[in-house]
């Protein structure tokens, strides 16, 4: 059993940053892909990023490409988002998500684990 706490989200304007923390307990991620989702209010929960359990493959969407950045800290249990030059279109939930997987997915059915959420605000 692995339990994820996202923490990190906030209110910011356009143009500014955030980064987002997950955290794991229960037992390590250090094998495993992990992945960011975001759901804006009324929208389905959509992919943001995906990283391998080495770092060394990562996935983005296509709208956070050059703007996010996931890594991930093994021996802290931890992942990250760097979120930069945030636009009110970011706004949404992030959750955190641990796969099973080998290889890096998109698929939300894949992720095993979630956390609770974290909320990011971007005000115009």
């Known amino acids: 059993q692995v339990e994820l706490a996202e923490s990190g989200g906030d209110v910011v304007q356009a143009g500014g940053s955030l980064r987002l923390s997950c955290v794991a307990s229960?037992?390590?991620?250090?094998?495993?892909?992990m992945g960011w989702f975001r759901q804006a209010p009324g929208k389905e929960r959509e992919f943001v990023a995906a990283?391998?359990?080495?770092?060394?493959?990562?996935d983005y969407v296509d709208t956070v490409k050059g703007r996010f950045t996931i890594s991930r800290d093994n021996a802290k249990n931890t992942v990250y988002l760097q979120m930069n030059s945030l636009k009110p279109e970011d706004t949404a939930a992030y959750y955190c998500?641990?796969?099973?997987?080998?290889?890096?997915?998109?698929?939300?059915?894949?992720?095993?684990?979630w956390g609770q959420g974290t909320q990011v605000t971007v005000s115009s």
């Open positions: 229960g037992r390590t991620i250090s094998s495993v892909v």
């Open positions: 990283i391998s359990w080495s770092g060394g493959n990562k």
């Open positions: 998500a641990a796969s099973g997987q080998y290889f890096v997915t998109r698929r939300s059915s894949l992720y095993a684990y």
